[in-house]
Structure formats: structure tokens, C-alpha cells
T-cell receptor
Framework: TQLLEQSPQFLSIQEGENLTVYCNSS?????LQWYRQEPGEGPVLLVT?????EVKKLKRLTFQFGDARKDSSLHITAAQPGDTGLYLC?????????FGSGTKLNVKP | KAGVTQTPRYLIKTRGQQVTLSCSPI?????VSWYQQTPGQGLQFLFE???????NKGNFPGRFSGRQFSNSRSEMNVSTLELGDSALYLC???????????FGSGTRLTVV
């Protein structure tokens, strides 16, 4: 079983739609990151959140860290085909790093 | 500043051979981690090195090994290659885990 559970696993939407990806755990993390990966490339760090309840915005992307630092969400407004990729959440806890299983997003033009 | 550099980018090996992959982290990053990524299993943690010491290890057989040099550069070695070792091998470096990791572009290993 994964320490970090992501949902949904797959998401196929039309350009312009909004979406939310969730990352949940029963464990507490000192920080949580979101990455985006394109095929054949390494994941690219999008954001790091460290404070419970923290909300960060990156253009059309909004990231939230749960109050108890056990979960996080990524919301994309008005998705574009360029948002297509694999979204991974990852958490740091006691010098260890855990990745979620990923959400594969496809935005159709 | 330069990112994480992995070499080679692509590699084709035969079953039974061994392979060594190289990773140069971002300057100043002392933590280097290795991951195996396959379509079926996702991102699987191999091991992490910090200041030349293996700090964490994933659930991989002993055929997978690694090391880190005094300049933080790291290598991983896979001996007696199996078809199932075909994957994208990713290296990532970090200043501190809490800040997240910077990944290289990976080495695509194909075992035939």
C-alpha cells in the first residue's frame, strides 16, 4: 500500500474545464510537494507547502496543504492542453521521502 | 545554475550484463536519490545517499547498488540485468527533503 494515495488515477477533460487532484495519507508530513512529469522526462517540482492550511497559487494552479498536514489538493482552473501530464504528490517525513502513485491528466483541445 | 545531469540518456543492454548509471547533482546538494519508474509500478525508490553514506534503501534486490563520491556525484550499478529491469531510472538531488527534489531527465534503460 502507498503511504500517499492520489485520486483520481486518470482524468480526461476538455480544455477550459476545472479539475482537482487529491493526495491523502494517514501520516503527518513536514512538507508536501507537487510535481508534473511529461513522458520520458523527470518530474519537475511545481510547489512545496510546509504549513498546515497553507494555500499557494501558481497562475491557474492552486495548491492546498491540509490543516493536519496529512493531505493536499491541486486545483487547476481552465485547464489547457499544455497541462497534460502526470501529476505526483510527494511528502517528506523523518528524512524519508514518499511519492504518491500519480494522476495522469489529459486535457483535450 | 546547472540542473541534475544524468548520463547516459539512453542505454540498451543484454540480459546478464551489468550497467552503471551516473548522476551529477546540483552544486551544493548533498542528498542524492535514485528511483526506478515503469508504467506498471510507477515511481519506486531505490536508495538515497547523503555525504557519501547510504541513508535510506528501498525494496530492491542486491543486484542494485549505488555509491556517492566526495563531490556528491553518484553512480548506481545493476548487475546481472533482467528483462524486468527495463525502465526509466531517475536521479534527484536536494538541499533538504523538506524543500523537495530536483530531478534529472533520467536514463532510459532497455534490456533485451
Amino acid at each position: 500500500t502507498q503511504l500517499l494515495e492520489q485520486s483520481p488515477q486518470f482524468l480526461s477533460i476538455q480544455e477550459g474545464e476545472n479539475l482537482t487532484v487529491y493526495c491523502n495519507s494517514s501520516s503527518v508530513f513536514s512538507s508536501l510537494q507537487w510535481y508534473r512529469q511529461e513522458p520520458g522526462e523527470g518530474p519537475v517540482l511545481l510547489v512545496t507547502v510546509v504549513t498546515g492550511g497553507e494555500v499557494k497559487k501558481l497562475k491557474r494552479l492552486t495548491f492546498q496543504f491540509g490543516d493536519a498536514r496529512k493531505d493536499s489538493s491541486l486545483h487547476i482552473t481552465a485547464a489547457q492542453p499544455g497541462d497534460t501530464g502526470l501529476y505526483l504528490c510527494a511528502g517528506a517525513s523523518f528524512n524519508k521521502f514518499y511519492f504518491g502513485s500519480g494522476t495522469k491528466l489529459n486535457v483535450k483541445p | 545554475k546547472a540542473g541534475v545531469t544524468q548520463t547516459p540518456r539512453y542505454l540498451i543492454k543484454t540480459r546478464g550484463q551489468q550497467v552503471t548509471l551516473s548522476c551529477s547533482p546540483i552544486s551544493g546538494h548533498r542528498s542524492v536519490s535514485w528511483y526506478q519508474q515503469t508504467p506498471g509500478q510507477g515511481l519506486q525508490f531505490l536508495f538515497e545517499y547523503f555525504s557519501e553514506t547510504q541513508r535510506n534503501k528501498g525494496n530492491f534486490p542486491g543486484r542494485f547498488s549505488g555509491r556517492q563520491f566526495s563531490n556528491s556525484r553518484s553512480e548506481m550499478n545493476v548487475s546481472t540485468l533482467e528483462l524486468g529491469d527495463s525502465a526509466l531510472y531517475l536521479c534527484a538531488s536536494s538541499l533538504r527533503e523538506v524543500y523537495g527534489y530536483t530531478f534529472g531527465s533520467g536514463t532510459r534503460l532497455t534490456v533485451v
